[in-house]
């Protein structure tokens, strides 16, 4: 029965994001306060705690509010680091060693947690990484339906046709990714609900804890947590018969050559890459039997312009974008 309760317990969010151990709440009271609007808290040892908010820097004084002034501000030895390292990992840290060896932690609610330290190294190969000195915290903003306008362009005879997005880093491909993964399971004006496989391989997209998603991605979701895109994308392929299958970060060559397996097995392939237009990634050798197969029928184009986020969408054959929102 203690086991039904634990569970029951980790499928429901805290009421409150709990980031910081109790005796450490005062000391980010107005971090706390502000937690909706922060995008990012970074931690590097004996440097000044730094708050990016509303798009601006700030820095934490040792009261705990924000402030514009680089005097009196808080900042971290290793031990104290060390400490908040170890509440992040639940006094466990052998059990996060796959995540920390990648150089990230995925937190409860979502909240991804990239580490900076000493790599150790064993044959060529990164299997640890200690004297962590610098902490990128993200702070996770769920923001629902921001995919609605690109529905209306993503079915075609009760299909989905195969979508990448493309963005710089920082303008929204995650985020959007989600949301459409979201809406094409539920179902929606447009069509109803899909089975999706989603491989999250850097558990940013669903940001599982312990298994259970802390973002919504949709009731017929199922997801590859923290698995490399190619072999997730095999297992799914033969095991769960989706009929989309959602993956971020697209590269490399056997990437690549999966995505047309998946083409030609009937599923649907939705994807994110790293680039600054259609333009640019299509100059990568790499994705030079994608374009020849015209496999991707929708580009999406994300781009952060004046603090505000837009996207334009091609559909396939046109040049000029058949929406911008």
């Not at 769960?240 to 083409?263: H, R």
Request: with cysteine; glycine share 6%; net charge positive.
């Amino acid at each position: 029965m203690e086991n039904f309760k634990e569970a029951e317990q980790l499928s429901l969010p805290p009421k409150r994001t709990i980031l910081f151990p109790l005796y450490q709440q005062e000391e980010w009271r107005e971090v706390l306060e502000k937690l909706e609007e922060i995008s990012e808290i970074r931690i590097r040892v004996n440097q000044p705690v730094l708050i990016y908010w509303k798009g601006e820097e700030f820095y934490l004084s040792v009261k705990g509010s924000l402030t514009k002034s680089s005097h009196n501000c808080r900042s971290f030895t290793f031990q104290r680091l060390r400490e908040l390292l170890e509440y992040w990992c639940e006094n466990s840290r052998y059990a996060y060693e796959a995540q920390i060896k990648k150089g990230y932690l995925t937190l409860r609610n979502g909240h991804r947690a990239g580490l900076c330290g000493e790599t150790v190294l064993t044959k060529d190969e990164i299997t640890n990484l200690k004297y962590i000195s610098s902490v990128n915290l993200r702070i996770a903003h769920q923001i629902k339906n921001i995919a609605k306008p690109i529905l209306p362009h993503i079915y075609h005879k009760g299909r989905i046709k195969n979508l990448l997005i493309l963005s710089p880093p920082g303008a929204g491909k995650t985020t959007l990714l989600r949301d459409t993964v979201r809406l094409i399971s539920e179902g929606n004006e447009w069509g109803e609900g899909k089975n999706i496989a989603l491989i999250d391989e850097r558990k940013e997209i669903a940001a599982c804890y312990q298994g259970i998603p802390q973002l919504d991605v949709g009731k017929r979701t199922d997801i590859m947590d923290g698995c490399p895109k190619k072999e997730g994308m095999k297992m799914v392929l033969r095991a769960m018969s989706p009929q989309v299958i959602a993956v971020d970060e697209l590269q490399g060559e056997e990437e690549v050559k999966l995505i047309l397996q998946i083409v030609r097995c009937g599923a649907s392939i939705i994807a994110t890459a790293h680039a600054d237009s259609f333009l640019e990634w299509k100059e990568k050798e790499n994705n030079r039997q994608l374009i020849n197969a015209e496999i991707f029928c929708l580009i999406i184009e994300l781009s952060k312009e004046n603090g505000r986020f837009k996207a334009r969408i091609y559909e396939e054959g046109r040049k000029e974008p058949c929406c911008v929102f």
